[in-house]
């Protein structure tokens, strides 16, 4: 045996990712990769218009093709609703509302028969107005797409606090502005699939890639009319998920449909171009904020009003306000403020969840206005910031407690690392120096709940901690693991509290027949909320442990310790015992035998919305000071994002490989949002669905990424751990516009800036543009 | 049934003999008859590499290449990298340097920065950019995999 075992800490350290070599060598088997016995290919029928009755659908033909095993279409289901406000079944009986809409769907042999018989189904439609602006929906007298929907509106939010009236009253400067930012989606690297299998019994088998399988059931079984508890769901390894999997979307009924009707497992798979066409996209929206300010540079006010394209359905982007509204009263100090919005059905695409959650738009616009009102007083960007930032202790408006308060702190490292202050003024007098290629640097910052989000009365997850007679630990856990590194988290919080090395612990999370309840990987919440889940319940098997090796060793056991798979005295890292030695003695001791299975829930201390929408929601927020650096081209108006620092308040570093990479790939969503990436639609329809055509970051494209971590140990977080996998979508976009504003000296309040956008802005500057056209 | 074709193909150092019809993929029949779902589908339009595999020393996007242009050709998938030794070194490099999250574009990442080593064994950060830029990640935001390969490329360049 050894000598001594000293204390060392995982926390903080580069761990790999327990998936990552099956990924490496091409081992790992995707949910797309997956075939079972008898299995059938599906494939759905959808409309090519955006607006229009059916008048008929004949699926005749495609019944007669060989190879075909069944056809569903709306006769064939319950009709009955799914999504946010239950408005959408998944097959489309008398009208259709948007181009994605589901006609009708195939289970055949073979994908390449099922694509054949969907082309000879035929519908016959009369086509209806069509209502593509959220402003014109609203209006009176605008056609309704709904019928239990007057006046078109789908959702709409409200929060007040204080009094904004005496606010601008007292105010030197009023911004009034008005913003758009645009449809996005996820481009998940792995296209929607989905394969459903019913047993003998009729209990339903889910292989799906959803983000969220508990409540996936309560979601999915009321259209199938299927009990919940009926439900099974596995989650193979998927291709990315961003929060586009948070909710059940009609191709997964339609499976189920079709499972059922030729009981034999059918698989749906979409294609490129439909996972563009019929995925659900980012929240676009429109604001018109005014926002107050005193000579001395303290905010007074913030008034907004926001319009939100709903699309033809109703999924969880029309509920981004809820976070929106956060941003709105709790970006800086400003204790006045209104926010309104309305979500409204046009016959566009719907929006899903998305990484960012409704504060990638809200803060495009908070961040850039913080730029103008700097500027409109008079003060530089970073004296502004700070003293508008919150401190230590400060609550916001809507009740959002901030704790260890790192914005400042943020925007101070941030200003130094980059010698902010000094480029800013340099580049700023260089403007409209003569030469092609202008420099600018731009600073942005955001906030975001850091310790999950309590959107519902619970936002717990549950753990199960089993060890074997190996002092191998089992851990069984509610969060998914979605590609994100949630399994690494685990394993590492578990292998430290159990002083056992990491791989040494399996974690399984792919089954809701096992697997304890969770709310879902959203909200930048899964390390806080299930890091915390599985410490605690490995400090129940510890505690345990050192119960019984206590007894036995006749030992305090505060006294004891577990380092390097042993029990060893504490003080001085002598081994008392080895684990593996104790846990077989434990478990084979006849009457007194004992198996170490722990369990735990965690419900954070957070407080689901009242009235007003005040509560402190979120059990951690955390900040994030953002500086790009780029160069615009005036002759293409391209704009080069050479360089990224990111000042990050994490609470503590967990995993530090992970949270690099949540914080690169984070910030390549962010960039995309910023300068690139547009789902074009044109009266409803997607003018862009391949790869070629919508513009996301490339290798080339990628800035040099400079990470700097700020550890103010959170007193809730798990071993002080903040989550903040959305703030690196969140801020480089306003952080993007804020630098080409430096370059230009021009203001784009639409993004993604375009070289097409900047080119013809800077012409409108110059006054050629009449001449130009 | 529609006609079909028989060809003869090395596939990760092993002789195959499928027999394929006309429209298949290449990317198609190594996954689907040969069981070799390493290389993904994920546009079947070769505007992604997820399905990049490497025929007779040349990485191609399988999805758009017929399998009956692989007969008589050798064949190398992701599957064929790895030795009984253990992983290939641009597979280990990807694991410890943290470039694989949901690892949909691995395979085709890996295969890509294959060849762009066999071609520049020690490729400027320019050089691994470009090298790569017909494969898309919506993850990692790239910066772990240009590391994995400058690490990969420094130790066995060297």
Redesign the interface.
Known sequence: MVDSIQKETLIGKAITKPDAPDKAVGRTRYINDMVLPRMLHAKIKRTDRPHAKILRIDTSKAEALAGVQAIVTADDTPMLGIGVNKDNPPLKKDKVCSIRDEIAAVAAESEEIALKAVALIEVEYEDLPGLFDPVEALKEGALQIHDDKPGNVGLSYETKHGDIVAAEAESDFVLDEHYKVHYVTHVCMGPSCVIADFDTDGKLTMHTQTQYPYNYKMDLAPALEVHPGDVRVMQPPVGGAFGSKLDVYPFEPIAVYLAKKTRRPVKLTFSREEEFIASPTRQPAQFHIRAGVKKDGTLTFRDIDAVLNNGGYTSWGATTPYVMMRTFTGHYRVPNVEFKSVAAYTNNPYAGSFRGYGNVQATYVTATVMDKLAEAVGMDPIAFRLHNAQEAGEVTPQGSKLGECALGECIEVAAEKTNFLARYNENAAEQDTPGRYKNGIGIATSFHNAGGAKIHKSDGCGTVVMLDDYARATVISGASEIGQGIDAVLTQVVAEELGIPVKDVTIVNNDSAIGPWDVGVHASRTTFIAGNSAKRAARKARDRILEVASKQANVEADDLDLRGGHIVQANNGVPVVKLDKMLRGLHFAGEDAELIITTDYYEPPSEHEGDNHVGDMSAAYAHGAYIAEVIVDTYTGNVNLHKLTAVQDVGRVVNKLGIEGQMEGGIAFGIGYGLSEEMIIEEGIVKNPSFRDYKMVTPPEMPEIELHFIENVDAEGPFGAKGISELPTIIPAPAIANAVYNAIGIRFNNPPITPEKVVRALMEKAGTMVAAE | MSQTVDITLNVNGEARQVSVAPTLSALNMV?EMLD??????????G??G?CTIIVDGQSVNSCLMFAVELDGRNVT???G??SPEG?DPI??A?????A????????GM?MQTKQLLAEIPNPTDDQ???G??G????????????DAIHDVASRTSS
Request: aromatic share 8%; with cysteine; net charge positive.
């Open positions: 996954r070799l779902t390493g290389a993904k589908m994920a546009c079947g339009e505007e992604c997820a998938t992701i599957e990298l790895q992983l597979q280990q990807f694991v410890d340097h943290g694989i999250q949901c690892g949909y574009c691995t395979p890996i691994i950019r470009r790569l830029e494969n898309v990640c919506r993850c990692t935001g790239y910066t772990k995999i240009f």
